[in-house]
C-alpha cells in the first residue's frame, strides 16, 4: 500500500481540466435560483440521488463523475445519503408507477431551498418506456424540474457541465444570460 | 445413453429447435419435471408465460442439453412448479401479475411485481381493472423474543437502484432478510409486443444498463435463431470483444466497490480509473461508453477500427501493469481481508439447486459458464478458463471476479489477433411466417437468457431473463447470520440487477 501511496505523490494526477458550464442549462435556470438561495447555499451543493425506475446506466455514470479523472468534489458537489441533508434532488429513469409515490415522498422529505435534476433521456419524458401500463413518464410529470441533462446515458461531462450550471446559478458568480 | 431431456421428449412432437427444443407436454409430464427440478436432475433456466400457455427452459447441466417444455393452461391455471422446486417461486408470481396464470398448490401467492400501482391487472394478458382497496404487502411473519425489524427502501442511502429490504434482527444479527422489488418495473415485454425488431433490440439494451451488450448480443442471437440468419464472422468476433469490454469495466468496477463497502477507499480510488480507462476505450472504439446500440441481429453496428484497435491494446496494456499491485493490496491487507472472508456464505448446494450464474455460481462451486458450458460462437474457438471456488464467501465473490478480468484480457488479445476481414453486418430477411427463437449469453452478471416469437416480421413475445432472478433469493439466505453493517459489503459482492428483475 506504501508503494501505491508514494507512486501517487509523483503521478501527474488524472483529474482533467473543469468543463465549462452548460450554456442551455445556465438558460433553463436562470429564472430559478434566486439571490437569497445562493447566499445561503455557498460555495457547495448536497446532492441525493433517487432511481425512480432507471435501467441503471445513468447511475454508473453519476457514479463515474466522482472518480479521479471527473472528480466532482472539487466543485463543491457531494452526494448524500439523505434527502433531508440534500439541496438538489437528481433523479433519473422514465419514473415508473410503483416509484412514483417514493418519488413524491422523498422531494417532499428535502428541505427548501431546492432544485431537481432530471438526468437522461428518459428522465424528459419516459424515453423508449413512454406509452408502458407501468411507466408514468418524465420526472416533471410528478415534481417540478429545473435542469434536464439529455443522454442515454449523459457523459460523466455532460453530467458535470450540467451540475456546473446550476452551481453558478447558486453561487451567483459569472451568471450572464 | 441418452440424456434425461431427450428422454422427457422422447415421441412429442418438437415445434421449433431454434436452437433448442420446445414440446407442448401434458400435466404428467409438467409434474415429473417438476419433480426432476427437485431432485437436482435439472436446472432451471427460466419460466415465463404466454396469454393462455406457460413456459419453463431446463437443463440437464451434465449433458449441457437445453430444452423447453411447455403446458396449456386453458382455464389460466397450472401445477406449481415452486411447490416442489423454490427457485420458481418468484417467477411464477410475475406470470400471475402479467398474464393472470395462477400456479396451483404455491406455497406463495402473493403478487411480486404488481404493486396494484399500474391500473391495471394482468396487463399483457385478459386485463381487469386493478383493486379498488388493495391489501398492503404482507410481508412474513416473524416470531421470537427480542427481535426488531428494520424497514430499507426503496430510495437506498448510494447511488443505487431501487428495493425495499426487511431485515429482522437479533441485537447486530440479521436473522431473515425479506426483499421486496419490482419498483423499477417498466412492462419492458409488454412494449416488445409487436415491436419491430430493430425498437425490440433498442429496448433489449435498456433492461438492465450494465449489461447492455449482453442484452442486445442474447437478444440478437435469438432473433437470428428464429430468422436463421448467419452472422458474418467478424461480427461473431466483434461481439464477443464488446461483451468481454463490458465485462472487464463491470469487474473493475465492482472490485473497487465491494473494498469501498468495507471503508478500503484506495482499491475504490484505483479500480475506477481502471474501469474508466476501459469506458473511454469503448467510446474511442465503438462510439458509446457502454456500447449501447453496436450490436443488432445480423451484426454490428460500427466496424473496428485499426486506430481503436490499438486504443484498446494500449489500454489493455494498462490495465496489465496496474493491476496485480491493486490484487496484491487486497490480498495483503489484513483489515480488508477481515471483512470479506467468512462473510456472506452461499452455501454452494443452494448455487447449485437455483443454477445461480455469473461470479455468484462460480465462487459457490458451479462450474456453469455458458460461453464455456453451451460454448456459442466465437467462445468454442477461444481458449480461456471458467475460474470457480468452493468457499461462497465475499472473498470468493472477489477472487472470481479477479481471475475473470484476467481471463478478459486474454481473450481480447486472441480476438484482436484473429480478427477475420469481411463484413460486419448482414440484412435481416423480410420474414413474415411465425418463428421462434432463444439464446443464452454469458454476461458479466451470469447467463442472460432471452426468448422470442416473431410474427409478420413483428415481435409477438419477447421473454428476457435476468440471471439475478436466481441470485437475489440467495441474498436472503447469505446474509443470514451476518451483521446488519455487513449487507452493504454482501449485496455489493452479489451486484444483482434491479431494474433487470424488474424488467
Redesign the interface.
Known sequence: MRRLLFESLFRRPFTEQAPSPDEAGLTELAEVVGQAARRRLGRSLSIREVDAGSCNACELEIHAINNAYYDAERFGLRFVASPRHADVLVVTGPVTKNMRDALERTYHATPDPKWVVAIGDCARDGGCFAGSYAVVGGVSEVIPVDLHIPGCPPTPMAILRGLLALLQQVEGNAVTI | MASLIDRILDGREILHRRPWPRAVVGAHLWRFVAGELAQGRLSLLGFWGDPSMVHMAIMDEAAADVAIVSLDCPDHAYASIGRLHPPALRLERTANDLFGLSAQGSPDSRPW?D?N????RF?LGNRIDALPNAAPYRFLPVDGDGTHQIAVG??H??????GHFRFTASGETVVRLEQRL???????E??MSGATIE?AV??AG?????S?VAYAFAFSRAAEAALELAVPERAVFLRALLAELERLANHL?DIGAICNDASFV?MH??C??L??SV?RAANAAFGH??M?DVIVPGGVTRDLTNEAREIIRTTLDNIRRRFP??VE?YD??ASLQDRTVDTGVLKPALARQYAAGGYTGRASGRTFDARRTLAYPPYDRLRFEVPTLNEGDVNARVWIRVREVEQSLLLIDQILTGLPEGPSRADVPERSEAAEGMAIVEGFRGDVLVWLRLRGGLIERCHLRDPSWFQWPLLEAAIEGNIVADFPLCNKSFNC???GQ?V
Do not use: F, M
Open positions: 411485481l404493486h400501482k399500474w391500473g391495471v396487463p426503496p430510495v442511502a448510494g447511488i443505487i437502484e431501487p419490482g419498483y423499477t418495473h417498466k412492462g419492458v409488454g412494449l425498437r433498442q429496448l435498456r433492461v438492465s444498463g450494465d447492455t468496477g484506495l480510488a484505483h475506477s480509473v474501469r474508466e469506458l461508453r457502454l449501447r499491485s491493486l493490496l495483503n491487507t440487477s434491479y431494474s424488474d
